[in-house]
C-alpha cells in the first residue's frame, strides 16, 4: 500500500481484505485522516445546551485528530448553526464557555460577531481598505441533526442527508424527542490499536459466540444479519427465544421481527445503537497509529428496560472488544502477514468499509 491507497475487489467472493500496511506507520494514518476524516460528518453531541434561542456551546470536531474548534449558536430567531470558533482577525478562540449572550465577542481585540456569524464591529479598523470582506464573517460549518443529535463537516464528501436518511427512515416511529443524556451510562475507553481494525470488529457478528458469551446468549446468530447503504450499513440483531426485544409498530419495516437490537454504522468511524431503552452513540476518535479513543455516550428514552437483552452490559462488551482488537493489532504488525480473504457470508460489512476506505484514498 503506498498513501495513494490500495486495490479492492468489489465481488466479496474474490476479495482480499486491506493490506497490513494500512495499519502501519504515520503515512498511511496521515493519508486517511485527510482522505477520509476530513471530509466526513462526525458526532458533535447533542443540543441540549443550545436549546433556546441566544446561546452558545463551544465543541471541537473529532478531538485528537482534526481537532477543528467549532460553535454552536441558536440565534434569537431560533436558527441554530454551526460556525467556526476562529475569530477571524487573528485566530484567537472565540468562545472558551458556553452559556447565553448577545453577540460573540473576541476578547483579544474586541471583534464582534452576531450568532449568526456575521461580522458586526471592530475597533481601530476604520482606515483599513476593503473592510469589512465577506472573509470576516465567521465561515459556516455544514452541519445536520437526527433528533437532538448533531454532526457537521468541514468538506463532505456527501451530504448528510444521504449518510443519515436510511437510519432515520427505518426509524421514523423512535421517539427522539424524549431522548436523555444519561452520563452515569456514558464513558470513554483507551484502545491500543489502530482505529480502523476497531471499526472492522464492529462491523462484523461473526466473533460474537467467540468473544461475547454473555450477548451471543441473547441473539438468535442464525437471524443475524447486514444490510448495506452507500454510507453506512445496519446490522440487524435477531432477539434469541425468551430475551428482550423491541415492541414495533406497524408503521416500521421489522413489523412482526423480534429485533434485539439496531447496530448503525456511519462511515467512517460513527456508530448508532438503537436498543429498546434508548440510543448509544459510539464514536471512534483516531490518535496515533496504535492509540484510539472510543466514546460512549448514551441517550435513553425508557429506563424501566436497561439492563435487559442486547442493550445490557456493554462496558463487559466494550472490554471484549478491546481485548481481541489490540490482539488483532500486533498481529497486523507481524512481517509473515500481509493480508487475508473474507466470510461472504458473515464479513459483508468490513468489505464495504474497505471499499469505501480504498475510494477515498484513490480520489
Keep these: 500500500m503506498s498513501a495513494t491507497g490500495f486495490d479492492m475487489e468489489d ?10 500496511e494500512l495499519y502501519r506507520g504515520d503515512e498511511p494514518f496521515a493519508a486517511l485522516r485527510e482522505a477520509v476524516f476530513a471530509r466526513s460528518w462526525q458526532f458533535l453531541g447533542d443540543t441540549d445546551p443550545v436549546r433556546a434561542p441566544g446561546h452558545v456551546e463551544p465543541v471541537t470536531l473529532l478531538p485528537g485528530l482534526l481537532d477543528e474548534p467549532l460553535l454552536l ?26 452559556g447565553r449572550c448577545q453577540a460573540l465577542r473576541c476578547r483579544y481585540h474586541g471583534r ?85 481494525l476497531y471499526v472492522e470488529n464492529y ?37 434469541a427465544a425468551g430475551e428482550e426485544a423491541f415492541e414495533l409498530p406497524a408503521a416500521s419495516p421489522d413489523h412482526g421481527r423480534r429485533i434485539a437490537a439496531y447496530y448503525w454504522w456511519l462511515f467512517p ?19 496515533a ?16 428496560r436497561l439492563d435487559t437483552g442486547a442493550g445490557a452490559g456493554l462496558d463487559r462488551v466494550e472490554r471484549e472488544d478491546e481485548s481481541i ?19 461472504p457470508t458473515r464479513e459483508q460489512g468490513v468489505h464495504h468499509f474497505h471499499r469505501l476506505l480504498a475510494e477515498a484514498l484513490g480520489a
Excluded at 217 to 223: F, S
Excluded at 325 to 343: D, I
Aim: net charge neutral.
Design 11 to 20: 465481488d466479496i467472493r474474490r476479495a482480499w481484505t486491506a493490506p497490513a
Design 73 to 98: 449558536a441558536r440565534d434569537g430567531d431560533d436558527v441554530l448553526r454551526c460556525l467556526s470558533n476562529v475569530c477571524t482577525h487573528r485566530g484567537n478562540l472565540l468562545v472558551e464557555s458556553g
Design 112 to 196: 464582534r460577531f452576531g450568532l449568526d456569524g456575521r461580522f458586526l464591529s471592530m475597533p481601530e479598523f476604520d482606515q483599513a481598505e476593503g473592510f469589512p470582506a465577506e472573509s470576516d464573517h465567521l465561515p459556516r460549518v455544514p452541519f445536520g441533526l437526527w433528533g437532538k443529535l448533531a454532526f457537521a463537516a468541514l468538506d463532505p464528501a456527501q451530504g448528510f442527508d444521504e449518510l443519515i436518511g436510511p437510519l432515520r427512515e427505518r426509524h421514523a416511529w423512535l421517539p427522539l424527542d424524549q431522548l436523555t443524556f444519561e452520563p452515569t451510562r456514558s464513558r470513554d475507553y483507551l484502545v491500543k490499536a489502530h482505529w480502523a
Design 203 to 239: 462491523l462484523e457478528g461473526f466473533h460474537i459466540p467467540f468473544i461475547h458469551a454473555g450477548l451471543a446468549r441473547t441473539l438468535d446468530y442464525a437471524g443475524y444479519s447486514s444490510e448495506l447503504q452507500r454510507w453506512s450499513n445496519l446490522q440487524l440483531g435477531v432477539a
Design 269 to 287: 468511524n460513527t456508530m448508532v445503537n438503537v436498543y429498546p431503552w434508548g440510543v448509544s452513540v459510539n464514536v471512534v476518535q483516531p490518535l
Design 289 to 304: 497509529p496504535d492509540r484510539t479513543k472510543v466514546l460512549f455516550r448514551s441517550y435513553v428514552h425508557d429506563p424501566a
Design 325 to 343: 482488537v489490540e490482539a488483532v493489532h500486533k498481529g497486523v504488525r507481524s512481517r509473515l502477514y500481509h493480508r487475508g480473504r473474507y466470510s
